[in-house]
């Protein structure tokens, strides 16, 4: 009698168990993190946060993803736990801000009532200080200077140069130019050996000058007072293209302190017989140039 033979089927393994809860614990719990930390979205975290705790236990329980699930529980406590935080700090912070209000509206309510009055009499002092000043400057100040000696708005141009004697100044330096002495050419080569005749074409005046400081402390002529000639065609000659020695000299190194006068002869190289001016310049970087009659 023949043997009878059955097939062997093995037993097949049970398909793994779906792990959708557990994922969707582990999102949620990560969304409810996050989203602590943004102001105002942070109270969404109390909605995913319990929502992925309970989600996570199912998935443990059924086992649905477990890791997933573990991960949705400790995420989604540390979201509610952070939310919960938030919104203590928002409250404190909102209780402190209305507090702070009220302090400054006690603070408004119980200024001094005479306050007003005070502020108004200050500004009244204010008022009356300021029309006084203004007055003072109003009245004319008497600078010592001779009206009549004093150069007009027009005058001290190459085109209308002052006299011989007039005064000009700025700030900080008073200058005089008191006479022009001509053809002296041979006094100064008398005054010293070693002076240069003038050179061709040119011949040599003394101009007689002062120079008095106006301004704070000391300084000498030498960086602010300038004296030069101008031709009647342009050219200028100032008293340092041709140096000499000369008597009763202008000292342009002289020190002087407010007050103090510098008085002097400069000597200049001129065409003889031109009708030039005798040009004065003060300040140092900011020159203001004053033209004299180079002839009494």
């Given at each position: 009698?023949?043997?009878?033979?059955?097939?062997?089927y093995?037993?097949?393994?049970?398909?793994?168990a779906?792990?959708?809860?557990?994922?969707?614990?582990?999102?949620?719990?990560?969304?409810?993190?996050?989203l602590?930390?943004?102001?105002?979205?942070g109270?969404?975290?109390?909605l995913?946060?319990?929502?992925?705790?309970?989600?996570?236990?199912?998935?443990i329980?059924?086992?649905?993803?477990?890791?997933?699930g573990?991960?949705?529980?400790i995420?989604?406590?540390?979201?509610?736990?952070?939310?919960?935080?938030?919104?203590l700090?928002?409250?404190?912070?909102?209780?402190?801000?209305?507090?702070?209000?009220?302090r400054?509206?006690?603070?408004?309510?119980?200024?001094?009532?005479?306050?007003?009055?005070?502020v108004?009499?200050?500004?009244e002092?204010?008022?009356?200080?300021?029309?006084?000043?203004?007055?003072?400057?109003?009245?004319?100040?008497?600078?010592?200077v001779?009206?009549?000696?004093?150069?007009?708005?027009?005058?001290?141009?190459?085109e209308n140069?002052?006299?011989?004697?007039?005064?000009?100044?700025?700030?900080?330096?008073?200058?005089?130019?008191?006479s022009?002495?001509?053809?002296?050419?041979?006094q100064?080569?008398e005054e010293?050996?070693?002076?240069?005749?003038?050179?061709?074409?040119?011949?040599?005046?003394?101009?007689?000058?002062?120079?008095?400081?106006?301004?704070?402390?000391?300084?000498s002529?030498?960086?602010?007072?300038?004296?030069?000639?101008?031709?009647?065609?342009?050219?200028?000659?100032?008293?340092?293209?041709?140096?000499v020695?000369?008597?009763?000299?202008f000292?342009?190194?002289a020190?002087?302190?407010?007050?103090?006068?510098?008085t002097?002869?400069?000597?200049?190289?001129v065409?003889p017989?031109?009708?030039?001016?005798?040009?004065?310049?003060?300040?140092f970087?900011d020159?203001?140039?004053?033209?004299?009659?180079?002839?009494?």
């Amino acid at each position: 009698m023949a043997e009878s033979y059955y097939p062997y089927y093995p037993e097949q393994a049970a398909p793994p168990a779906p792990k959708g809860i557990g994922i969707a614990a582990m999102v949620l719990g990560i969304i409810s993190v996050v989203l602590a930390f943004i102001p105002v979205l942070g109270l969404v975290s109390f909605l995913l946060g319990p929502l992925a705790v309970i989600l996570g236990i199912v998935a443990i329980v059924k086992h649905r993803g477990e890791g997933q699930g573990i991960a949705g529980v400790i995420t989604g406590a540390i979201g509610t736990i952070f939310a919960i935080a938030g919104l203590l700090i928002a409250g404190a912070f909102l209780s402190s801000m209305d507090d702070e209000v009220d302090r400054l509206e006690d603070e408004a309510g119980s200024v001094d009532p005479d306050h007003d009055e005070e502020v108004a009499e200050l500004e009244e002092e204010v008022q009356e200080q300021q029309e006084e000043i203004a007055e003072e400057r109003e009245e004319p100040e008497d600078d010592g200077v001779d009206e009549d000696s004093a150069p007009d708005a027009d005058e001290g141009t190459r085109e209308n140069p002052l006299p011989l004697g007039q005064t000009v100044s700025d700030d900080e330096w008073e200058v005089t130019l008191h006479s022009v002495a001509e053809d002296v050419d041979d006094q100064i080569a008398e005054e010293n050996q070693f002076n240069d005749p003038a050179p061709d074409g040119l011949t040599y005046v003394l101009v007689n000058m002062s120079a008095t400081y106006l301004g704070e402390g000391s300084d000498s002529p030498m960086m602010a007072v300038e004296l030069a000639y101008v031709s009647s065609t342009g050219e200028t000659t100032g008293s340092y293209d041709h140096t000499v020695v000369t008597p009763d000299s202008f000292d342009d190194f002289a020190e002087l302190y407010t007050g103090g006068t510098e008085t002097g002869n400069v000597a200049l190289a001129v065409p003889p017989g031109d009708d030039g001016t005798l040009r004065v310049r003060l300040g140092f970087l900011d020159t203001q140039d004053f033209f004299f009659e180079a002839s009494e």
